[in-house]
């Protein structure tokens, strides 16, 4: 069975229990009905359910168990951390896109989808169960692919694609792979320890994407927004540390702390011309420049 099939099962077992509170025959019944509707095989016997339920705790941290007064199944520990709730939200819109039914046919979806879906439950399993992976991962400009041993970290999305960010066994440094560029990914049985302290909120916490400035330190940038454009700014902000510095009728100008990075960048350039950069001026000679080559 395919990974993403797998966790559409999850996704049906965790619906089910939480609407319906069924025995196992019942959620077996349920699933074979979803296996029709989504054009899969979601069948399985009492023993996959079990493993099944020991996956979903893990990953969701969704506990479901079995009622024997009532002979019937319970979720009775649900998420409450955010990152499990919002990778839940995640799965649910995923299971969305897979309907087969005359409803999608009024659901408009965007047209880029999440690249590098496939590798993600192997990706979350080998992550929690401290387990080396082997990757086989082409940048975009090299080739070949390179073979590379790595010790899973975490994962991160941006702008429609996966990351998996792991400790490279060939030099010990803390890298991100892009999943879309991922040709294999095989989970080994060997065990490693993380690096002590590691925190994947505060590895990510001044960069604008999947950049890390190295040792180069976070800058303050500031930005200056049409007041259109400053609308979706104040409901979508750019980063965590965006802080309202002016709001009139005439601009909205914020402030980051962040590495000004090539992703940073590109952000800046799609908001042209609703956009300008007050400082750094490093980085506003820089975005001025691939402007000017832009309109040449």
Request: hydrophobic content about 30%; aromatic content about 10%; proline content about 5%.
């Amino acid at each position: 069975m395919r990974a993403n099939e797998k966790i559409r099962r999850y996704h049906h077992i965790i619906q089910c229990v939480r609407r319906f509170s069924l025995d196992f025959d019942g959620i077996r019944d349920y699933l074979l009905e979803r296996s029709v509707r989504d054009d899969a095989d979601y069948d399985i016997s009492k023993r996959t359910f079990q493993r099944d339920i020991k996956e979903i705790s893990s990953i969701f941290n969704i506990e479901i168990k079995y009622d024997s007064a009532g002979r019937r199944y319970k979720i009775v520990e649900d998420f409450e951390d955010d990152v499990q709730s919002r990778m839940y939200e995640a799965l649910d819109v995923l299971n969305t896109l897979q309907v087969t039914d005359p409803l999608k046919d009024h659901i408009h979806f965007g047209t880029r989808t999440p690249q590098g879906t496939e590798y993600i439950f192997d990706a979350m399993h080998a992550i929690k169960h401290r387990r080396e992976v082997s990757i086989s991962h082409q940048k975009f400009f090299d080739s070949p692919p390179t073979n590379r041993t790595l010790d899973p970290l975490g994962l991160k999305e941006f702008r429609h694609r996966w990351y998996l960010v792991g400790r490279d066994h060939k030099d010990q440094k803390i890298k991100t792979f892009g999943l879309d560029r991922t040709r294999s990914l095989h989970v080994s049985p060997r065990e490693f320890t993380p690096p002590e302290a590691f925190s994947l909120d505060d590895y990510f916490r001044y960069s604008f994407g999947v950049i890390v400035g190295g040792s180069t330190p976070p800058e303050p940038v500031e930005l200056s927004f049409t007041p259109f454009q400053g609308k979706y700014i104040k409901t979508l902000p750019l980063h965590h540390s965006q802080e309202v510095i002016k709001d009139t009728k005439e601009e909205l100008r914020v402030r980051l702390l962040v590495y000004p990075t090539h992703d940073l960048i590109m952000e800046i350039l799609s908001m042209s011309p609703e956009v300008r950069v007050i400082g750094p001026e490093t980085l506003q000679k820089e975005v001025t420049a691939r402007l000017r080559k832009g309109s040449m």
